[in-house]
Structure formats: structure tokens, C-alpha cells
């Protein structure tokens, strides 16, 4: 039966009638002369975590032509710390299955993510996206089951305060209008995010808001849906810079930066992950987690530590991990317990048939509700290298089922308790702690790395550099020095308000 794409939110998906994962240059082409696209964008992340454009004009089929198929060249010195400037060109060749309309574009523009490519034509070993790519592909040639993640992008929107209908402080979790003031922001956000190709879940309003200095704090979430670990990140990336684009638009500030002050909530960036064979989600069994998904959780157990190199990476990141703010410190697992590292959400695992519960006049119903399970890593946050990161996690995934007493782990780790209670203080010590700093951070990744480097999935160079790159902030006691200071907190926070 022929597949109809009419109502998919991404206009080339519903013109071309196929899914992006089959565009070809031929069906990118076609778009653009059918469609009065007068321009195209080359994007493409760099150290810093930010999507650079390069712009094209397009002159004529033949030199549309050639961009497609030969990409162009760029100075990776000026986008990558371990590229040196006497050997710094690279290629960059555009992904189809990325194109998207430029919402914001003042001409037609077409845009496209791009993948990084040496002067011999091979893929970049150090770019964050290969690295992602390789990381999925050990984890299949390993497990023989693919790995799926979906991200959950927690912002702060800024703004001046009018005065009117004032939220609850830090009680602002899916507020209404008109206590909560961005909604129609972020369900613009939404709607370009779905245009450029993000299979969004919800949007919502989220746990902060707080009045500073008149203006209007408010914490707000977009929540994705399960997808292919490569397609998850770029989700990520392209919804980043459409959030930050809109509120330039409206006159908003925007971060997603780990802390913004003392005492109120801070913002992460949750990674849900579910492990997928044949089509069909492997992370239950018979209604309860399935040894598939414990082996996945024990291998984020043993390398949690050295995540946060990938996840946490400046110094305001670890004023979000501590106690009582409902960010992890503990490496830990639970069901549906937000004080633990890693959290298996409720997963509609009952077995009834709640809509026909809730409106009598349906007729029962047999949705396959185990597609929706999935665990949930806590730690990360917004200033996260996010092709890094989940590469990361692809990897602590894979090394569960490389590991011996991965079960043994997994059980040992398992709290389902709120470890932060007085009556649990002796279960809290007998659990480890994730780093508190950068520098402890490049420690563990340090003591670890030939995890990540196994199957060549992380360059040395490229370990070598977040190493360093996290040394550089000398921040090894910063959290104690500064916690009860919030003048210098704020200082740290100004200072990197805008990562990722």
C-alpha cells in the first residue's frame, strides 16, 4: 500500500510523497525548480557546538549540480582546535535526507546539514557527526540491534516582565496561559522545528520561572520522539538554532545553559534511548525491563563518570548536579525515580485500555503500547557536544553487552527509593558519585577512554582535545568555592550563557 505523506509537517517530505531518508539529489533538485528556491545553505556543527552556514546563489543547473554532488571546501582551522592552519581544508558534502526550508531566510532558501570530509575524500575520523556514525554502527555490528534516542530541550526564555498574572515561582511545570508567558513562542518553535524534519512528542512549560532584575524567567521543554541515534542529533541541532532564530525575531532572550542562578531550577538536556530489532522495541519483555535494557543501563553505570566529558562540559554545569534540584549526583538507576541517574519512565506497561476507560463509547482497542518504553539518562545538559554525547551513550549501551557481570551491575545499582531522604543516607554511600567539576570529568574520561576509542569510534585526537579542552577551566574546587557566592556565580553564568 503506497504511503501517503500529505499531512507530514515537512513540506518536501509532502510534495516529493517519500520519507526524507530516501531523498536523493535528483528529488532536491526537483524541489528547488518547482518550488522558486533561489538559494542554498550548507550547515554544519563546530567545536563550539553552533550550526555555521555557508550560502549559495544559485546560478544555473550546472552549478547547483556541482554543489550538490562536490560539496565545497572550508577551513577547518577555523572551526576545529585540532585542525592546524598549515593543513586546514576540508570538504563539506550536503546530507539530503536533512533538507529543509529556511524559515527565516528573507529569499527561498533551501538548507542542508553536511558531513566532513578530508583531503582524501574519506569522512573526518575526529568529526563529532562520523563519530556518532561509527559509534551506531559498532553498536549493531556488536548487539545486532539498532540503537534509537530522542532528546528532551530544556530552555530558559527571557524577557521584560509586564507585571501581570505573575506564575508561582519554580511551580511553573505545565502552566497554562496566562500565567505561563511563551507558550505561543515555543509552539512556534514547534511548528518550524516540524517543518525542518523534527519528529517532535510535546511541548510544555517546565518546573522554572522566577522574576530577576524585571525580567521574566521561564523554563520551557520540547520533547522529541524516538528515531535513529544519527537523525536524533541533528533533530537537536537544527531545533537549537531555530529556538535561538525565533526569539531573536521576537526580542527574547534565549539559553540553554546548565544554571542560571542559585536556587532556582537548572536546565538539562535528558536523553531517552531504546534499543530496536526488526522493528520492535527490545526494552521489555513480558511487561517488565527486559535483560536487553538492563545490560544497556549497567554499561551507563560503569561509564557514567566519564559522560559528563561529553555531557557537562563547563564549569556551570556542575552547579546543576547536586541535591534536591532533580538532577542526578548519584550513579544510580530507578523506575520512575527523578533523583537517580538514570530513569526508566513509566512505560504504559498495565495493560489496560485506558482511552476505552476514559470514553466509554470506544470499542476496545490493541495499540502496541511497548514501542513507547524507553530509559532516560539524567546528567546531560545544554552544553553538550550532542553528536559527542549520544555518541557516548551509544557506546556505554554497547559495552553492557560486552560486559561479564552486566546484570550483576545492574542490580547492585538499582535504587527505588529517593536517594536524597535522611532514612536513605546508607544506601547513598554505598552508591558512586558523578565528577563535580570539568577537571574531575577529563579525569575519568582519562581512566576510560579506550571504551570509547575501542572499534575506532573516538579518535585519540579527539579525546586528547575534550581532555584538554576540559583541563583548560581549572574549576577542580570552583563548586565549593562559589556555591554560596552568587555574585560569582552569576559571573560564571553571564560568561556561558550561550554554550552549546
Known amino acids: 500500500m503506497t504511503q501517503d505523506f500529505s499531512m507530514h509537517a515537512n513540506p518536501l517530505v509532502a510534495k516529493l510523497q517519500k520519507p526524507a531518508s530516501e531523498f536523493m539529489k535528483a528529488d532536491i533538485v526537483s524541489y528547488i525548480k518547482n518550488n522558486g528556491i533561489t538559494m542554498v545553505n550548507f550547515m554544519y556543527p563546530a567545536a563550539d557546538g553552533r550550526l555555521k552556514t555557508l550560502n549559495f546563489v544559485i546560478n544555473d543547473a550546472a552549478y547547483l549540480d556541482a554543489i550538490l554532488t562536490c560539496g565545497e571546501r572550508v577551513d577547518g582551522s577555523s572551526l576545529f582546535p585540532f585542525i592546524e592552519a598549515g593543513s586546514s581544508d576540508l570538504y563539506v558534502v550536503p546530507r539530503f535526507c536533512t533538507a529543509f526550508e529556511d524559515p527565516f531566510a528573507e529569499q527561498p532558501t533551501l538548507s542542508m546539514l553536511c558531513s566532513f570530509f578530508n583531503k582524501d575524500g574519506e569522512p573526518l575520523e575526529s568529526s563529532p557527526e562520523h563519530t556518532l556514525r561509527k559509534a551506531c554502527r559498532a553498536f549493531t555490528e556488536v548487539t545486532g540491534m539498532e540503537f534509537q534516542a530522542m532528546g528532551e530541550l530544556e530552555y530558559y526564555v527571557i524577557s521584560e516582565d509586564d507585571g501581570m ?276 570529568s577529563a579525569d575519568c574520561l582519562e581512566r576510560q577512554r579506550a571504551v570509547f576509542e575501542k572499534y575506532n569510534v573516538f579518535s585519540p585526537a579527539m579525546i586528547d582535545g575534550i581532555i584538554t579542552k576540559l583541563r583548560s577551566y581549572g574549576d577542580k574546587t570552583l563548586r565549593s568555592e562559589v556555591q554560596d557566592n552568587q555574585e560569582e556565580m552569576l559571573k560564571l553564568v553571564e560568561k556561558y550563557f550561550h554554550c552549546g
Not at 545553559?257 to 521489555?284: C, E, F, V
Not at 554525547?389 to 559495552?399: K, N, P, Q, W
Request: glycine share 6%; proline share 5%.
Open 165 to 440: 498574572f505573575e506564575a508561582t515561582d519554580q511551580r511553573g511545570y505545565h502552566e497554562s496561559a496566562p500565567y505561563a508567558k511563551f507558550n505561543d513562542f515555543r509552539t512556534q518553535c514547534m511548528l518550524h522545528i516540524a517543518r525542518a524534519g523534527g519528529q517532535i512528542k510535546y511541548g510544555h512549560s517546565e518546573v522554572g520561572n522566577f522574576i530577576l532584575d524585571d525580567k521574566t524567567y521561564e523554563q520551557n521543554e520540547i520533547e522529541f520522539l524516538p528515531v535513529r541515534a544519527e537523525q536524533a542529533a541533528d533533530q537537536l541541532m537544527i531545533a537549537k538554532w531555530i529556538i535561538r532564530n525565533l526569539a531573536y525575531q521576537y526580542g527574547y532572550n534565549v539559553t540553554f545553559a546548565p544554571k542560571i542562578t542559585a536556587g532556582k531550577a537548572g536546565s538539562g538536556l535528558h536523553i531517552h534511548m531504546r534499543i530496536m530489532k526488526d522493528g520492535k522495541n527490545q526494552m521489555l519483555k513480558d511487561g517488565v525491563l527486559s535483560e536487553t535494557a538492563r545490560k544497556a543501563i549497567a554499561g551507563m553505570m560503569k561509564l557514567a563518570p566519564s559522560i559528563t566529558a561529553f555531557g557537562n562540559t563547563n564549569p556551570t554545569s556542575y552547579f546543576r548536579l547536586v541535591p534536591h534540584q532533580e538532577a542526578p549526583t548519584n550513579i544510580c538507576w530507578g523506575d520512575r525515580n527523578r533523583s537517580v541517574l538514570v530513569r526508566v519512565p513509566l512505560g504504559w506497561s498495565a495493560k489496560k485500555d485506558m482511552c476505552m476507560l476514559a470514553n466509554p463509547l470506544e470499542t476496545p482497542g490493541n495499540y502496541d503500547t511497548t514501542q513507547k518504553q524507553t530509559v532516560e539518562m539524567r546528567s546531560p545538559d545544554g552544553s553538550a557536544d550532542l553528536y559527542q554525547l549520544i555518541a557516548g551513550l551509544a557506546v556505554a549501551c554497547r559495552y553492557g553487552f560486552e560486559m561479564p557481570d552486566a546484570l550483576d551491575v545492574a542490580e547492585r545499582t538499582y535504587v527505588n527509593v529517593n536517594i536524597h531522604k535522611k532514612e536513605n543516607e546508607d544506601k547513598l554511600k554505598l552508591l558512586a558519585q558523578l565528577p563535580d567539576s570539568c577537571a574531575a
